[in-house]
């Protein structure tokens, strides 16, 4: 299983990834999609709004599933990604490029360093 080191990651299974100053990338963990399954639908209906800290952004709906999706830090949902609609098994074979799953602008970028780094989430799913 891969876990980029760059990233930073909730016990939920999300990851998070800076893209500039205060937007980010999100995602699931390869160890979350793997656990799924094949996952055949993505739901987000969130974008524009403003969420807090862990509250639902969307669901994650695998072959025998359906999982909610936890928002690592509070800001505001920019964009899903597009490519998902078509294509949601992107999230199953690459979750960490092609399969994020919204762009966001992080409300305050403390939250991001509290989040879990490589070695804590390895930790805490038992690697």
């Known amino acids: 299983m891969n876990f980029p080191a760059d990233l930073r990651y909730t016990e939920e ?3 998070i990834k800076m893209e ?9 963990t ?6 799924l399954g094949d996952i055949v639908f993505v739901e987000i209906e969130t974008e524009g709004e403003e969420l807090g800290e862990n509250e639902i952004f969307g669901t994650i709906e695998a072959v025998k599933t359906v999982s909610d999706l936890f928002l690592p830090v509070a800001g505001k949902i920019l964009e899903v990604n597009p490519s998902l609609a078509d294509e949601p098994e992107l999230v199953n074979n690459s979750p960490y490029e092609g399969g994020w799953l919204i ?6 970028l403390s939250d991001v360093e509290k989040l879990l780094d490589v070695d ?3 930790s805490s799913i038992g690697l």
Request: hydrophobic residues 45%.
């Open 13 to 15: 299974h999300e990851w």
């Open 20 to 28: 500039s100053e205060n937007v980010a990338l999100v995602g699931i």
């Open 30 to 35: 390869d160890f979350a999609q793997s656990e």
């Open 103 to 108: 762009r966001m602008e992080v409300a305050d």
């Open 120 to 122: 804590a989430y390895k």
